[in-house]
């Protein structure tokens, strides 16, 4: 009795999460009430805040779900075991771009955090949610280009920082041009490519490498 009790809680908190990224999607998070999901969802607004304390709350968990399956290629960018870390890091960039340009689910909440998201006073754990996850994202793909220099893959005088925030530029400014212009480039397809040629600049360019001490 418990386990299906926790199965049908698991389901009800899934069936949730669903609702709101359907009515994020088409009213916009700051227009979007707990109550417009409930009804959305078929469950009580109690239903709702038994799971989900805030709208904000329920926001990030939502975007949360699309962002797990890159953890793993995340974690073994960073593993000193890891043999080909740049390749990991190079996958994390692929998947990210590929994945929202052909998965529907992922690239509507992607849509809604950076076309339908306000970040006015009752999303602020949103925005610091957001800042906490660009900051560890920057921290991360730091972390894979230094364990490539270890394993040979860049060169040992490049500028981590800097070639971080270039690749964490590269990605965030990709998404949100193919939820502008979608038209523009067709990045399901040229993704690889695109990752390719961002990481042979990070390997080639001079103005990359910091200054002999």
Known sequence: ??????????????????????????????????????????????????????????????FDRVLL??????????????????????????????????DPHRRRVFDILFLKCELVEEMGPVRIRYQT?????????????RNAISKGQMPAQLDTRLAAAMVHAFVSGSLRDMLFLPDATDFGAYAQRMVDGMFDALRMSPALLKSPV
């Open 1 to 62: 009795m418990v386990r299906r009790t926790k199965e049908e809680a698991l389901e009800t908190r899934t069936s949730i999460l669903d609702a709101a990224e359907r009515v994020f999607f088409e009213k916009g998070v700051s227009r979007t009430s707990l109550a417009d999901i409930a009804q959305a969802a078929g469950v009580t607004r109690g239903a709702i805040y038994w799971h989900f304390a805030h709208k904000s709350d329920l926001f990030t968990e939502m």
């Open 133 to 145: 996850n660009m900051r560890e994202g920057l921290m991360k793909i730091e972390g894979g280009l």
């Open 69 to 102: 399956p890159l953890d793993e290629l995340k974690a073994a960018s960073l593993d000193p075991n890891e043999p080909d870390p740049l390749g990991r890091l190079m996958e994390i960039c692929v998947v990210c771009l590929r994945d929202t340009a052909n």
